[in-house]
């Protein structure tokens, strides 16, 4: 029947299923927004504090039904909605235990237009795209919804892929309203880029994205001109932002992973994810709803000494341009931030020049700060499929530091600053 699809989850059961503790069937459900109520003369606030399972949670009335000439449809729930949440439930179970497969591509192609549809299909996501379409209804609104439900997948195929690890954490992960989450430390929960609706432009420089995958396994996409030059001015524009284009390459290779988040770095993340819902967060334990109580410091700009979501830059490489050929002669090929051969942008030897030394200088002072264990490791290309692993360790910590020799003379001192102040 047509009402079975009237109750809209804009976060899905299944997905909120995953971060509930076993035998558990209801969280703890902050609501941070709690409505006012009149009755009777008496003005009171609503409860905050929920205990809702997930048919509950996250979820609206007609949120995906349209109405033409009086008539209700809700086909979007149905026919949109209901192959894009199989597959992309797959993809989420893939990446959130992850290891390389034959299937590993296919799970990759579902797990990103999946992102950029629950992105869309929040309460913040649809009032975000009614404002930047200036749509006249809701009808409207849906409909550019499907038609733009690729939007963010170029920018994210050409960001820099970890997966980040809370298995040692006490704290778990939590989930929110809007759970695609953009977080740019200069821009602040209070600024003009995060009122209302609004959220950091992912093309911008220092926008990471981050998307919890289970309570242990957060998935972060940062992108590469931000590693290769994280001095840069944090609102800059990435090079080709453009949302529109024929498509992006992208390394599987090239993810990293297994990187194990401390205590402070889980509670800081959701942290970031409580101030970035727009009402309602949830969790499988109440006091991981306070993350602000046990951090040090809540300054937007120094979670994680500033590089709480930064992949380790000693696993980045200059270049990166790829070449593809097709049986029966031709090929194709794009830069790493996807210009095509005959776009500006395409080769561009300033760029090259300037990122290859800001990148040996940030490497510098990584190494110097960190030490020589590497954040995450990557796959051996030579390895792939049978679960070798790759780990950029001491001997080639101690090959690029000898290149980098200048580079540490200068920056080292700082860096060192820096880590007497942790």
């Known amino acids: 029947m047509m009402d079975d699809y009237r109750h809209n989850h804009y976060v899905p059961k299944w997905y909120q ?18 409505n006012t109520v009149t009755n009777n003369g008496h003005t009171y606030t609503r409860r905050a504090l929920l205990h809702w399972g997930p048919t509950q949670c996250f ?31 797959k993809a989420i179970e893939h990446f959130a235990e992850f290891e390389f497969t034959d299937a590993t591509h296919d799970f990759w192609n579902a797990l990103v237009p999946y992102m950029s ?17 200036q749509s006249r209804d809701r009808n409207e609104t849906l409909f550019e919804m499907q038609n733009l439900r690729n939007i963010f997948c170029n ?6 892929w970890q997966i980040a690890d809370a298995s040692q954490s006490p704290t778990k992960f939590i989930i929110s309203d809007h759970p695609v989450v953009a977080y740019n430390r200069e821009c602040f929960p209070a600024s003009k880029w995060c009122i209302g609706v609004n959220d950091p432009d992912i093309r911008c420089a220092a926008t990471h994205t ?4 289970s309570p242990e396994k957060v998935l ?24 529109f284009r024929s498509g992006a390459m992208f390394n599987i290779l090239d993810i990293q992973h297994e990187r194990h988040l401390t205590e402070e770095e889980v509670l800081e993340i959701n942290y970031i994810t409580k101030k970035r819902a727009f009402r309602y967060i949830a969790a499988a334990e109440e006091d991981w709803l306070y993350p ?13 000494d500033g590089y ?45 020049e300037h990122e290859w030394a800001t990148m040996l200088k940030f490497k510098a002072e990584w190494a110097a700060t960190y030490g020589p264990e590497y954040r995450g490791v990557l796959y051996d290309a030579g390895s792939f499929g049978t679960g070798v692993r790759r780990s950029m360790g001491k001997e080639w910590h101690q090959k690029e530091c000898k290149r980098d020799r200048d580079y540490l003379k200068q920056s080292g001192e700082r860096a060192r600053r820096r880590r007497l102040k942790r």
């Open 17 to 34: 299923r995953r971060f509930l503790a076993d035998g558990q069937s209801r969280y703890h459900y902050l609501d941070l927004r709690p």
């Open 59 to 89: 979820a609206q009335d007609d949120l995906y039904t349209t109405n033409w000439a009086g008539l209700e449809n809700r086909d979007i729930e149905k026919f949109f909605f209901g192959p894009l949440d199989t597959d992309g439930k």
């Open 117 to 133: 549809v629950q992105k869309l299909r929040t309460p913040k996501g649809l009032a975000w795209l009614k404002q930047v379409l």
């Open 155 to 160: 920018i994210w195929a050409e960001a820099v």
């Open 210 to 213: 981050y998307f919890p995958l």
């Open 220 to 243: 972060i996409l940062t992108n590469l001109n931000w590693v290769r030059d994280p001095f840069q001015k944090p609102l800059k524009l990435r090079p080709n932002p453009h949302f």
């Open 292 to 304: 602000e109580r046990h951090l040090r410091s809540i300054n937007w700009r120094k979670l994680g």
């Open 308 to 352: 709480l979501l930064m992949p380790d830059p000693r696993h980045i490489h200059g270049g990166g341009n790829m070449v593809v050929g097709f049986e029966g002669g031709g090929s194709t090929a794009w830069s790493e931030y996807g210009h095509r051969p005959w776009e500006k942008g395409y080769e561009d030897k300033k760029r090259e």
